[in-house]
């Protein structure tokens, strides 16, 4: 089966910019997640969909940042306007429902000068 | 909410010998704990998990144990090889009314020497 696709896979901005990242779930997966990934850290959650509802984006901060999944399938992921701070690579992941394995994407790096 | 923390950060081992990677959690509601393996500027893979009804579960050389009344998890990489060296993460996913959110460890960077 086809994996996780995410675009683009690099991408630099001055900060203050807008950026947007996009994601295709594997096909028939209901959830879709986003992490963010800081250099030498792990994965965190940023927003997860089950559908197009969003189940929990408690650590998205969405004074800057957004997401939609507006048919359940493919998601995307804005931040506007970015910061030093959100140098990172976005990750996108989906699983056939929560709590089932979690499938990841090869990243999108994102690098904010 | 969940935390994990993952120890130790790095780990140099040589080839042959055996790697264990240990983990613990403070939701007792988790039942489910992965682990990834991500080599350098890779996705993070999937190579074991458990669901919190087992005790022990193996793969090959791979193997990781829970202790649920301790709430710890550990991974055992046995005949260690140079393509295990990566960073490997431990994560723990909540019970149904969480959502299903899986909090990582902060990982641990594992360097086989040959």
Redesign the interface.
């Given at each position: 089966e086809a994996g996780v696709a995410q675009s683009p896979r690099y991408k630099i901005i001055e900060k203050r910019q807008s950026v947007a990242f996009w994601c295709n779930p594997i096909s028939g997966h209901a959830?879709l997640?986003w992490y963010q990934q800081i250099l030498?850290?792990?994965?965190?959650?940023l927003i997860?969909f089950?559908n197009n509802g969003v189940?929990?984006d408690s650590q998205l901060p969405k004074d800057r940042f957004s997401a939609e999944r507006l048919k359940g399938v493919d998601s995307t992921l804005k931040i506007q306007p970015a910061k030093l701070e959100d140098s990172a690579v976005y990750?996108c992941a989906s699983?056939y429902?929560?709590?089932?394995?979690?499938?990841?994407?090869?990243?999108t790096r994102l690098t904010v000068t | 909410g969940e935390n994990v923390e993952?120890h130790p950060s790095t780990l140099s081992v040589q080839e042959g010998d055996s790697a264990v990677i240990k983990c613990t959690y403070s939701d007792s509601a988790s039942?489910?704990f992965?682990w990834?393996k991500q080599e350098l500027g890779?996705?993070?893979?999937?190579i074991i998990?458990i669901r919190s009804n087992v005790g022990e579960k193996k793969d090959q050389r791979i193997a990781v144990t829970l202790n649920k009344t301790a709430k710890h998890f550990s991974l055992h990489i046995t005949e260690t090889q140079p393509e295990d060296s990566a960073v490997y993460?431990c994560?723990a996913?909540g019970g149904?009314n969480q959502?299903?959110?899986?909090?990582?460890?902060?990982?641990t960077e594992l360097s086989v020497k040959p």
């Open positions: 959830t997640y030498g850290q792990g994965p965190k959650l997860q089950q189940v929990d990750l699983s429902s929560t709590g089932n394995e979690q499938y990841f994407g090869p990243g | 993952q039942n489910y992965p990834y890779k996705r993070p893979q999937l998990d993460f994560a996913v149904y959502g299903g959110k899986l909090i990582f460890g902060q990982g």
